[in-house]
């Protein structure tokens, strides 16, 4: 398949606009050519610790300063650009790469790398990994995804062109872009196979929907799905279409057809219901949210739903009472209930229904109080009407009392006076263990909430996983999802379960592409089955493919624990060790780059402290004692990486660079004698060493 020349017309005129807006004119100066001149010369040097690279760098820093030249980052993004177009490409890769080194604009730089790679006819690989290093940096940026697509369909790879084409036109607001996009699928693409088709027709609907031609993008979704019929997504598209022209009936029935086949999907049977709210039908509504609840009894978009059917109908616990999330039909909403659904209206941004709920409490609360304070206002008056009438009748007998009262009294101070002392001891020690006891009492509750937040955190984090991963895998094989789903609804419907059913139905999640799924079954495996290396095993290998790699390692251990003659768990563990090795080592390697040789050193004694029998970290920890000018320090960790693997040429290599350093000839003799005789593949290495090694063997042999 080939562009036309009216069509590369096209495509060179969006590419020059672009760059125009990207990359603003460069103010030529008559120090331009020199500037050049030196900067071509670095990209020449290969190695930048070599004293020639060291000196021209300083050369043009001089010339720089001299000159009064604007060489801030932004003017040198401005001046590759010219570079480009006088294509004097070495100069522009080398200034490309000093700035993503500093990290600025890094997206635009490696575009820009791309555009070089491209005009130099390089290798498409090339200019392909260019392109995707730039939308690692920033995957907004449409001009890439633009000539990625482009360069693709050029080498006749439908399929990538497609998919970046696609995601163009997903991403994309200008009119003239969709408009490209159009006329590229209706001319320029002849699809190879039903995937190409039902996708090239996709493309359509989004972009005629982008630009308000909604009639033929209903026709383009509706072609597609002629085409592969099982696709849910584009039904979806469907059926939101028809919902935008008002044709409610129609995209309720897309949504029913899609639920047929599948039951528990929450968000088709959402927008269901939303147009039955929209279209008057409270009761089918209502349906259709509580059977969301059923499945999925946390989602936040159904209880709001039936909150807005019934909000100015009843009151704030009857409300509560319908979305009845408890599963209790006899339920009777408490206060805490009330104000915890205020707070989920507050988070839905429904500030006036928080209000509403909370002033309802208010209401309660006043009526409450102004209740009791009239029954003791009651109660107060008949204690004051009996208390005068005890007094009329116990006025004669007090006098007489009195005095007995009196020697009674003097009696009770001198006991009073013992017992008191006694008694404010004994309060002090209550006091005290009253406290304590409070003190540990409010540790255990914050304990108890603690895990009970990262429980529930823990659980939405599932939730959310499962629902992921279960549309990636629907997206990728619809068909072969519903086949493992009647398999797993098999295992499911067996009682008892013992492990073998549960690490069974694991094992079809984990095919499926469900791997949070997957964990939680073997979980329930090994309540039955605590003891089982083998599903421990399992766990290691689902929590490697998450890339949780400490997780995967724990799950491996205890597998070998259980069982040191698993041999799969053993090589397993060993895979991850060595994963989280390269890990360690990609970490201080990106901080010994930038120089952060503190941090560098840091993330390596670290890692030492869990694997000290792993040569690479030493030789990489040698390697940061190197740029620090601690070299006795290298020279002893380079040894001990060699202890460990006597077959590691490259640490002899830096032993022996090492040792010149500090200048040690005939240590470093030996060394790259050493790295010759285990014959590494590095040719320009050997060259450079047997060069050394002819030189210092006339000297010391």
Not at 384 to 396: A, G, V
Not at 477 to 491: H, S
Request: charged residues 30%; hydrophobic residues 30%; glycine residues 2%.
């Amino acid at each position: 398949m080939y562009f036309t020349n009216k069509f590369k017309k096209i495509i060179l005129t969006f590419c020059i606009l672009q760059t125009m807006l990207v990359y603003p004119a460069f103010a030529y100066t008559q120090n331009t050519n020199e500037l050049d001149l030196l900067r071509t010369e670095l990209s020449t040097i290969q190695d930048k610790n070599s004293p020639q690279y060291i000196k021209t760098r300083q050369k043009l820093q001089k010339y720089i300063l001299q000159n009064k030249i604007d060489y801030s980052q932004n003017a040198r993004l401005e001046d590759i650009q010219r570079l480009i177009n006088q294509q004097k490409f070495n100069c522009a890769i080398w200034e490309l790469n000093s700035l993503i080194e500093e990290g600025y604009q890094t997206s635009i730089c490696y575009e820009l790398l791309g555009d070089i790679s491209y005009k130099s006819k390089q290798p498409s690989k090339k200019t392909a990994y260019y392109y995707k290093q730039s939308l690692l940096n920033d995957n907004e940026n449409q001009s890439v995804l633009f000539k990625l697509a482009k360069l693709y369909l050029k080498e006749n790879k439908n399929i990538l062109g497609i998919e970046y084409l696609k995601d163009l036109a997903i991403k994309t607001t200008d009119s003239n872009i969709l408009e490209t996009i159009e006329k590229i699928v209706q001319n320029n693409i002849t699809p190879t196979s039903k995937y190409e088709a039902n996708n090239l027709y996709e493309i359509l609907g989004i972009v005629y929907l982008k630009t308000g031609k909604t009639q033929d993008s209903l026709n383009a979704i509706n072609k597609a799905i002629i085409i592969n019929p099982d696709d849910i997504f584009l039904k979806y598209q469907l059926g939101s279409l028809y919902d935008k022209l008002n044709c409610t009936n129609d995209a309720i029935s897309v949504y029913d057809s899609i639920l047929k086949e599948n039951t528990n999907d929450s968000q088709i049977r959402l927008s269901k219901a939303k147009l039955l709210l929209q279209d008057g039908n409270f009761l089918s509504a209502n349906k259709e949210y509580l059977s969301i609840l059923k499945d999925y009894p946390n989602s936040a978009q159904a209880k709001y739903g039936i909150y807005e059917i019934y909000k100015n109908k009843l009151t704030p616990d009857k409300i509560i009472a319908k979305i009845n999330f408890k599963e209790n039909k006899n339920y009777n909403p408490t206060k805490e209930d009330i104000l915890a659904f205020a707070n989920f209206l507050e988070k839905m941004n429904d500030t006036d229904g928080a209000n509403t709920f909370r002033n309802y409490i208010r209401n309660i609360e006043k009526q409450n109080m102004l209740s009791q304070k009239q029954q003791e206002q009651k109660q107060s008056k008949n204690a004051s009407y009996n208390t005068d009438k005890q007094k009329k009748e116990q006025t004669t007998t007090k006098e007489n009392q009195l005095i007995a009262k009196k020697q009674q009294e003097l009696k009770k101070q001198q006991e009073l006076k013992k017992q008191q002392e006694l008694k404010q001891q004994e309060l002090k020690k209550q006091q005290e263990l009253k406290k304590q006891q409070e003190i540990k009492k409010q540790q255990e509750l914050k304990k108890q909430q603690e895990l009970k937040q990262k429980e529930a955190k823990q659980k939405e984090y599932e939730q959310k996983a499962i629902a992921q991963e279960r549309q990636k895998a629907i997206k990728k094989d619809p068909k072969k999802y519903q086949e493992y789903k009647k398999t797993i609804d098999k295992y499911l419907a067996q009682n008892p379960k013992d492990s073998t059913v549960y690490c069974a139905i694991a094992n079809t999640y984990r095919q499926m592409g469900e791997p949070t799924s997957s964990i939680k079954y073997y979980k329930e495996a090994l309540k039955q089955d605590p003891t089982n290396s083998d599903i421990y095993y399992n766990l290691g290998l689902v929590y490697l493919e998450l890339n949780s790699l400490e997780t995967a390692k724990a799950n491996l251990t205890k597998a070998i624990n259980l069982n040191n003659e698993n041999t799969k768990a053993l090589t397993l563990l060993s895979f991850v060790n060595q994963k989280i090795v390269t890990k360690i080592l990609n970490n201080a390697y990106s901080k010994y780059e930038n120089k952060n040789y503190l941090d560098a050193l840091k993330i390596l004694d670290d890692g030492i402290k869990y694997y000290p029998k792993n040569a690479q970290i030493y030789y990489y920890r040698a390697l940061v004692y190197d740029a620090m000018d601690r070299n006795g320090a290298s020279i002893i960790d380079l040894q001990k990486a060699i202890d460990i693997d006597p077959s590691y040429y490259m640490a002899y290599y830096q032993l022996g660079k090492a040792y010149e350093k500090i200048g040690d000839e005939r240590s470093a003799l030996v060394a790259w004698e050493r790295f010759l005789s285990i014959e590494p593949d590095e040719k320009e290495l050997i060259q450079e060493i047997q060069k050394k090694v002819v030189t210092l063997g006339e000297k010391y042999y």
